[in-house]
Each structure stands twice: as C-alpha cells, then as structure tokens.
Nanobody, 120 residues
Framework: QVQLVESGGGLVQPGGSLRLSCAAS????????MGWYRQAPGKQRELVAT??????PNYADSVKGRFTIFRDNAKKVHLQMKNLKPEDTAVYYC???????????????WGQGTQVTVSS
C-alpha cells in the first residue's frame, strides 16, 4: 500500500528557510496531484500548496511568494519555504490524491507529518 514519508522539518529562526520533502513508497503508476497541508495547535488543517502531475501549482495566499512547491518525479514532492514567519509554525502533512497502483485506485494518502517551528 502507498505510504508517504516526509522529511526536512525542524527549528528555524524567523526569516530562515527550510525544504520539506515527501516520497511516496510502493508500486505506483501515477499520482494526479500532491501537496502540503499544515495544522497549528488549536486550528484546523489548512492547504499550503498543491501541484498537479502537469506541474500546475496552487498556493495559499499566506505563503504565496515565499513558498515553492515542485515535483521532481512522479513519487516525490518538495516544499521550499523561504522567509519563514512564526505563524508558519505547524505540523506539515504531505498529501497525494488520485493514486493509481497495481492493487487499484486509491483516492488519497497522508503522511505522518513533520514539525516546523519558526522561533527566535
């Protein structure tokens, strides 16, 4: 079965940068879209950025101009985060939708999350 594994989270000072990476494991024919969501304490999970297989990105207004999402192959997605702010502090989750596998079609999959803390 498909699993997503995130990496790259950590503690960074305001204005700093981090790059999050997510890799999908297992036999996968294709993934329609991949993205990143985040959840801060006491808040609902929210969209950060998504990118389709065709390379079309979509960003939340709060991160537009600072974050860049990209896929370097069919199974990996990255989120380059620059000029990080304290309000970016959250657990970041990788998401994949429309996953075609030898066992059939999976609607979506979520990673376990990686903590990003922006603090001085």
């Amino acid at each position: 079965q498909v699993q997503l594994v995130e990496s790259g989270g950590g503690l960074v000072q305001p204005g700093g940068s981090l790059r999050l990476s997510c890799a999908a494991s297992g036999s996968i024919f294709s993934i329609y879209a991949m993205g990143w969501y985040r959840q801060a304490p006491g808040k609902q999970r929210e969209l950060v950025a998504t990118v389709t297989g065709g390379g079309t990105p979509n960003y939340a207004d709060s991160v537009k101009g600072r974050f860049t999402i990209f896929r370097d192959n069919a199974k990996k997605v990255h989120l380059q985060m620059k000029n990080l702010k304290p309000e970016d502090t959250a657990v970041y989750y990788c998401n994949a939708v429309g996953i075609a596998t030898p066992q059939g079609y999976e609607h979506d999959s979520w990673g376990q999350g990686t903590q990003v803390t922006v603090s001085s």
